[in-house]
């Protein structure tokens, strides 16, 4: 199963009153070559400074591949 990462987006979220964010929530498209489609979903992770775009992306690459193994599995 091939998976790719189409299209990410992602947030910061704050459950706090003081405003600062504690979690990134990252959206994003991805693409299988098992049943030839797009999905869309998300993962949550805790917010820190020193999180890069490289930190966010390898997060979504392997949340979409657990997706993807989740969906191929009910096929």
Do not use: W
Request: glycine letters at 2%; proline letters at 3%.
């Amino acid at each position: 199963m091939k998976i790719s990462i189409d299209a990410i987006t992602f947030f910061t979220a704050s459950s706090s009153t003081s405003g600062n964010p504690d979690q990134v929530i990252v959206n994003f498209t991805a693409f299988s070559d098992n049943f030839d489609s797009l999905f869309s979903t998300s993962v949550t992770l805790p917010y820190s400074k020193n999180l890069s775009v490289s930190d966010i992306e390898e997060k979504a690459a392997v949340k979409a591949k657990e997706h993807g193994r989740k969906i191929c599995n009910q096929i």
